[in-house]
Structures are given as C-alpha cells and as structure tokens.
T-cell receptor, first 113, second 112 residues
Framework: DGGITQSPKYLFRKEGQNVTLSCEQNLNHDAMYWYRQDPGQGLRLIYY???????QKGDIAEGYSVSREKKESFPLTVTSAQKNPTAFYLCASSRTAGHQPQHFGDGTRLSIL | GESVGLHLPTLSVQEGDNSIINCAYSNSASDYFIWYKQESGKGPQFIID?????DKRQGQRVTVLLNKTVKHLSLQIAATQPGDSAVYFC???????????FGTGTRLTIIP
C-alpha cells in the first residue's frame, strides 16, 4: 500500500534533549512537509521541501531542523531550543508543491518528561 | 491578509441528514482549496479539492461549493453516517505559493 509512515507514534523528550521524528513516503512524491498541531488549532507549517536536498522554513521553524537526503525521507529534529515542543506533529507529501492535495501520515505525539 | 476561518466550531447532525460545513477565506488571490477530515489521533484525510475556475465539485456523498464573490467555501455531506463524525478542515493555496493555509476546523458530530 502506498502511503506515509510516521514513527514513533508517541515520543517523550527530556529537558535539553534533541529528538528526531521519522517520516517516510512511498508515493514517489517530490514535496514533503512538516506541520505542528496544537489542541483546537489548525496546522502550522514548520518546514517543507520541494525536492531532494532542498528545504525551506515554514511559519514556525525556530527550534526545529530537517534534512532531505532521499526523496522518500524527511526527518524532523526537535531541538532543545524549542521551548514548547509538546504537540502533535504531522508529516505530509504531495506530488509537487502547490495546487496539489497533500497526503498525511498519522502523526507523532511528542510530550515532555 | 491570508487567512482561513470557519463559521461554526461545532456542528451536530442527525444520522441520515445532510450536513453543511462552511469556511471563509480572506485572500481573493487564493485559487485552490481542499477539504480534509481528521479523526481523533490520526492525520488529516483528503476529501475533495476545487480550483477557483470551478463553482462546484462532487465526490462520493460530498459536494464542495465555492463562491468567489463572497470568498466562501462549503462542504456538503449527504446522508451522514456515524463514521462522518470528525473534525473537518478547509485549506487554501494562494496562487503561485507552495504552501497551504489551514483553518482551525469544525467538529462534526453525528447523532444516532
């Protein structure tokens, strides 16, 4: 089945620790995205990548970093600089960037210990 | 500015009835719109999209209407079922922009 796989489903971070969220897609999509969702709010864009080896900051990139070394993979690192990391993180992909539906994984819920 | 909002945060509908979820957008240059459904603990699921050169588009039990004059988007779900209970988001894409802007969502509850 083609789709987007996010792992782990639940993740706990200690103070001062960096954690990496995995996102893999087998849809052969060029564009990939990371969003953050807080309770009762819409999705806010953290980073996006239109093509391999290229990515751009979204609206709330501070405290996060990404890489796009392979077309299939777009991992997100939540660094210790992100002071309020508790949220539901969603990864998405689309065939190209813009004017295409984005397809989402089932998210990773990050909490602070 | 670029913003997407919803008229009602919650909506309860009797099973079997039709439901209408509304969305307002502020940027007249937005030219592509999407509706998503999100169930608890899951990622948003694509329902239907529409481009600004269309007023209406139909899918299976769903219809999206676009009124560019008043910058309004609606999602109609026919013959609602318990599985339709979820949060529904609209999203807009500003022409030439790679990003989608999402609304905060409407929670639809189907009453058995």
């Amino acid at each position: 089945d083609g789709g987007i796989t996010q792992s782990p489903k639940y993740l706990f971070r200690k103070e001062g620790q960096n954690v990496t969220l995995s996102c893999e897609q087998n849809l052969n999509h060029d564009a990939m995205y990371w969003y953050r969702q807080d309770p009762g709010q819409g999705l806010r864009l953290i980073y996006y990548s239109q093509i391999v080896n290229d990515f751009q900051k979204g609206d709330i990139a501070e405290g996060y970093s990404v890489s796009r070394e392979k077309k299939e993979s777009f991992p997100l690192t939540v660094t210790s600089a992100q002071k309020n990391p508790t949220a539901f993180y969603l990864c998405a992909s689309s065939r190209t960037a813009g004017h295409q539906p984005q397809h989402f994984g089932d998210g990773t819920r990050l909490s602070i210990l | 500015g670029e913003s997407v909002g919803l008229h009602l945060p919650t909506l309860s509908v009797q099973e079997g009835d039709n439901s209408i979820i509304n969305c307002a957008y502020s940027n007249s240059a937005s030219d592509y719109f999407i509706w998503y459904k999100q169930e608890s603990g899951k990622g948003p699921q694509f329902i239907i999209d529409i481009r600004s050169n269309m007023d209406k588009r139909q899918g299976q039990r769903v219809t999206v209407l676009l009124n560019k004059t008043v910058k309004h988007l609606s999602l109609q779900i026919a013959a609602t079922q318990p599985g339709d209970s979820a949060v529904y988001f609209c999203a807009e894409n500003l022409g030439g922009n790679e990003k989608l802007t999402f609304g905060t969502g409407t929670r639809l509850t189907i009453i058995p």
